[in-house]
């Protein structure tokens, strides 16, 4: 399966990875700045493999920083959230029939993996990070509250992140909740 992307825009993902891009159905998502940030992908690549990854981080910002997240133990914490706040997991879970749908909707790979530990865990912060910023700041909680904790750590406000994404404080989280301190970001 393929759809017609700007061979520009393919460039520039290739520069992002450091290699070809595979399966690239669209630009999902694009950075303030311009670049491309997130990559909507087919759930079988050409060679027939199957890419259950709908949404595929490239911004080599946002990918550094989504590691650097995971370093701090951002996942450990949110899993712990997931076990401990109903509404929360209710959330999670309509994210994950939500990938699926969204998924299954290009082609349907017969399973109920979705992505980044949806329902149960948080596994992936890339996964979370770039399904937040295709979708938007009202579909899955933890990718936007994810989403605003690299807007605040990198300061990629503005550049890599929306502007008016929601901020740590109107989501309830901060910084001081993480241990950063393997996890600085260097200029």
């Given at each position: 399966m393929s759809a017609y992307v700007d061979p520009a825009d393919i460039a520039a993902v290739a520069n992002?990875?450091?290699?070809t891009p595979r399966g690239v159905l669209e630009i999902s998502y694009r950075c303030p700045d311009g670049a491309p940030g997130?990559?909507?992908?087919?759930?079988?690549?050409?060679d027939g493999t199957p890419f259950p990854t709908l949404y595929y981080l490239t911004d080599p910002r946002l990918t550094a920083e989504a590691s650097r997240l995971?370093?701090?133990?951002?996942?450990?914490q949110m899993t712990q959230r997931l076990a401990e706040d109903p509404d929360l997991r209710a959330d999670?879970?309509?994210?994950?029939e939500h990938y699926l749908a969204q998924r299954n909707a290009i082609e349907d790979l017969g399973t109920e993996f979705s992505g980044g530990?949806?329902?149960?865990?948080?596994?992936?912060?890339h996964v979370l990070i770039a399904y937040a910023l295709a979708e938007g700041p009202d579909r899955v909680r933890l990718g936007t509250e994810a989403v605003a904790l690299a807007a605040e750590h990198a300061h990629l406000r503005g550049t890599a992140i929306p502007a008016?994404?929601?901020?740590?404080?109107?989501?309830g989280i901060t910084l001081e909740d993480f241990d950063f301190s393997n996890a600085e970001v260097h200029p």
């Open positions: 992002q990875l450091g290699r997130v990559v909507k992908t087919a759930p079988r690549l050409d995971e370093v701090a133990h951002v996942m450990k999670y879970q309509r994210a994950h530990g949806m329902p149960d865990r948080v596994k992936c912060l008016d994404w929601p901020t740590c404080a109107e989501l």
